[in-house]
């Protein structure tokens, strides 16, 4: 006889109550209501300081909007928030697809607000290229850790952005900064080596990594793992145990073949079971040495006004190309440039290179 699981997950269906009309007409005109009422910067702004997840939820709405009437109002709760930013610690954590991300998050956040922490998880959804549509299944995964009042989770589509990020992951940061959130985690869509954008953002680089799944030479290659801080190798429990301890041998021997960071810290590998919630309190005393080690040769801020002087870069790239392509004359070229590729009548290059041309 099968035993009733006594823990009801958010993935189990219930039986729905049906409210009274009335009831759910008049709610329903309240939120419509409620939605059309355009809150100013000021009240956001204000209502952000004072740590309101409401209005955090719609800063964050309307800096992720692609709407230009929207733009002008993101950019001045971003400024008005700026001086309240930077006083959290940012943890980039990133692994392939199945290695149990969401999971560790929930385990570490939830171990986190344990001990008096105030957690934000902006979390990164794979966007669909044919569809563009994401998923943003993260809230239903951290199930307990969405349910903590000290915790503030939002996922996000990575839409078109490379690097394992959203659009603006960067912005979402400093408002979640000035909500007052000393922990910021950001999950990356997690689809191998391309994950680097995130290393730009962070203090720390977490890597999860399986073992027994056949990556570990594959993980030794040059690439993310060069930027890692540390790597955890997850799901060390059962029969994996054993497999786990055999990886963490493997990568901290490749590990010593990478030349010595500028931080003058040397990269950890440690296991952990996120289900379990094992290996958890270690990780977070391993990142705060590494804390301690960076802020004390001042490797922390060094690090952080290169990542501004990359932020500002790639900002500036990024307007350069939405006024590219939101010009009138450009739209209209760039359909008939496209027909004449169609055609085999010029090139990409010669293409592009007219369209640039283009006052």
């Known amino acids: ?6 823990k009801k997950s958010a993935l189990k269906e219930s039986e729905g109550v049906s409210a009274p009309e009335i009831t759910s007409n008049n709610a329903i005109l309240k939120i419509k209501e409620r939605r059309k009422q355009k809150k100013s910067t000021l009240d956001l702004v204000s209502a952000i300081l004072k740590g309101n997840i409401t209005a955090l939820s719609q800063a964050i709405t309307l800096v992720e909007s692609k709407n230009t009437k929207h733009l002008e109002q ?3 709760i971003i400024k008005a928030c700026l001086p309240h930013a930077n006083q959290s610690v940012r943890i980039g954590i990133t692994g392939v697809p199945g290695v149990g991300k969401s999971t560790f998050i929930e385990s570490f956040g939830s171990y986190l607000t344990g001990i008096g922490k105030k957690v934000a998880v902006l979390a990164v959804d794979p966007s669909s290229s044919l569809t563009k549509g994401s998923i943003l299944g993260d809230k239903t995964r951290m199930e307990d850790l969405v349910k903590d009042k000290n915790a503030f989770i939002r ?3 990575s839409g078109t952005s490379l690097g394992g990020v959203a659009r603006k992951t960067r912005e979402s940061i400093i408002l979640c900064e000035a909500a007052g959130f000393d922990t910021i985690i950001i999950e990356t869509v997690g689809v191998g080596q391309s994950e680097t954008a995130v290393h730009s953002m ?4 977490l890597l999860l990594k399986l073992a ?3 990556d570990e030479l594959q993980g030794i290659k040059r690439g993310i793992i060069e930027m890692a801080d540390a790597i955890a190798i997850n799901k060390a429990d059962g029969d994996n145990a054993k497999r786990a301890k055999m990886a963490k041998v493997e990568f901290n021997r490749a590990l010593h073949m990478y030349p010595i960071k500028a931080s003058n810290w040397q990269p950890k590998v440690v296991t952990c079971s996120a289900i379990k ?3 958890i309190e270690a990780i977070y005393t391993m990142i705060a040495k ?3 080690l960076t802020v004390s040769n001042n490797y922390f801020y060094s690090k952080r006004n290169e990542q501004n002087k990359f932020w500002l870069i790639q900002t500036i790239e990024e307007q350069l190309k939405s006024d590219f392509f939101s010009n009138p004359k450009i739209k209209i070229a760039l359909q008939k440039q496209l027909q004449l590729i169609e055609n085999n ?3 990409p290059f010669v293409a592009a290179e007219y369209l640039l041309s283009i006052k």
Do not use: I, Q
Not at 1 to 6: A, C, P, V, Y
């Open 1 to 6: 006889m099968l035993k009733s699981n006594s």
């Open 345 to 347: 009548e010029t090139t």
């Open 212 to 214: 027994g799944a056949g």
């Open 155 to 157: 996922p996000s589509p």
């Open 290 to 292: 590494y804390l301690e």
């Open 202 to 205: 962070v203090d720390f680089f």
């Open 277 to 279: 919630n094992d290996g």
């Open 74 to 76: 993101a950019n001045n």
